[in-house]
């Protein structure tokens, strides 16, 4: 692509970015909900709670907002609304309202005259529709063809993802479903990346002997490793069944392992390829050396990966945990089980990845690809 080429696409997308922005803020009309925009505002804080962690105290202050929320849709389209907020300065479990805020409003009555109602949330849609527009608008414009295809390959698995779903919701074992799934995620995103070949053919193989090796393991640990208490695992419904649970914490391992080990089997198939085609006549010990060095440098930094992926999901209930005064053994024990089960179980599958991989690709090309 030659620089004024490139220049256009760039000018084309941020035409595209701003036209989704300006989209998706006028777009009320497409809601059955009412939605308002907060025009003006005033605040007072009405208390303040004195909290103790064991090491010193704070002062948390609670304010209520009181809202003047012009209506942009529904039959009351154009008035003005009356409403109130509550929020505390943390922010932890409330949220400040600000002017130009996008609302839901339910419940809208006529009180003396005039229009009441309470806050049904805050309308986000317009952030997350710009962040897919720039990561698709991104996979086009540095991948181009390549770009479009794992734009399409996404799309599929979301829609997968959602029927998987509506599956669960309506009684079927999620697990069941997620297998399938993860096979079809992987047979997707290889196929439409790499093409059909026997390259996608060997890392389609060896993630999924992998992945499968790597459930194996952690239903073994799961059965011989004692009773699990699932009571703090994140979006858990109550009450639970300890085989439903379990069946859950299993798809969330699946899932969590499944991109990583994707990426180590993929660059350790192509270094197999590679030899095979540069290299005379390779022998075992030398495809053996190359995948050794390979997977020296990939299971560092893969595994750094899916140790800051893990922390990053649990830093917020921790700092909210040690703020509260819970110990931190006592956090690491209920809280943040799950995130450093989901951390070593992937660590391990990056490890088993990498043998498995090369292994694979190794009896391959010196079976069939050197005749």
Known sequence: MNKKLLIIHILIFIVILLATYFFMENNSFLYEKNIGEVVSMKESAYRTVTGDDGRHTYDEKYVKQYLKVKLLNGKEKGKILLAENEYEKSEVYTARLRLK????????????????????????????????????????????????????????????????????????????????????????????????????????????????????????????????????????????????AGFIFMSEILVGCLGAVMDVVVTMVMTVDQISETAKSPGRKEFIASCREVGDDLVGTMITLMFFTNVAAGIPNLILSLRNGIGFRTILKYNSFFELSRFLTGSISIVLAIPISAAIAIYYYRRFASK
């Open 101 to 244: 805020d996008k609302i839901f409003v339910e419940n809208i009555s006529l009180k003396n005259g005039e229009l009441h109602g309470l806050i049904g949330g805050i309308k986000r849609d317009t952030f997350v529709v710009l962040a897919l527009v720039f990561l698709f608008g991104m996979f086009l414009l540095t991948g181009g063809k390549h770009g479009i295809l794992t734009i399409f390959s996404l799309v599929l698995n979301m829609a997968a993802f959602y029927g998987v779903l509506i599956l669960y919701l309506k009684g079927v074992n999620l697990l069941f479903t997620m297998i399938p799934m993860s096979i079809f995620f992987t047979a997707m995103l290889l196929f439409f990346m790499y093409g059909k070949n026997m390259r996608s053919c060997l890392s389609f193989i060896a993630t999924v002997v992998t992945v499968l090796i790597t459930l194996i393991i952690s239903s073994a640990v799961i059965y011989f490793g004692g009773k699990v208490d699932y009571d703090f695992m994140d979006y858990l419904i109550m009450p639970y069944s300890q085989r439903d």
